[in-house]
């Protein structure tokens, strides 16, 4: 692995599906992009590792990316972490 190499959330990047299922029905799980980017009109062009300090989640000291998730099914919304990987 090249020494220079950043964690990266391998969803954002295309490097794997989003894959999870509702914790109230079980049914899949639609990813509405990075839970940051929903704080403003200029939110997607924040840094990064800027934005995770103010969303008020642990993904700063965790390396993970935090998408916005709903159900169609049964309307559930909510935050998954997933974890950032090395490319």
Not at 19 to 47: E, I, K
């Amino acid at each position: 692995m090249h020494p220079k190499s950043t964690l990266s959330c391998p969803v954002c990047n295309g490097f794997s599906p989003f894959a999870a299922s509702c914790p109230t029905c079980g049914q899949p799980l639609v990813d509405n992009g990075r839970y940051m980017d929903l704080f403003g009109d200029y939110s997607p062009y924040r840094p990064i590792d800027d934005a995770k300090l103010t969303d008020g989640l642990i993904d700063a000291r965790t390396h993970q990316c935090p998408h916005y998730t709903t159900c169609r099914h049964c309307g559930y919304e909510g935050v998954q972490l997933i974890q950032e990987q090395k490319y």
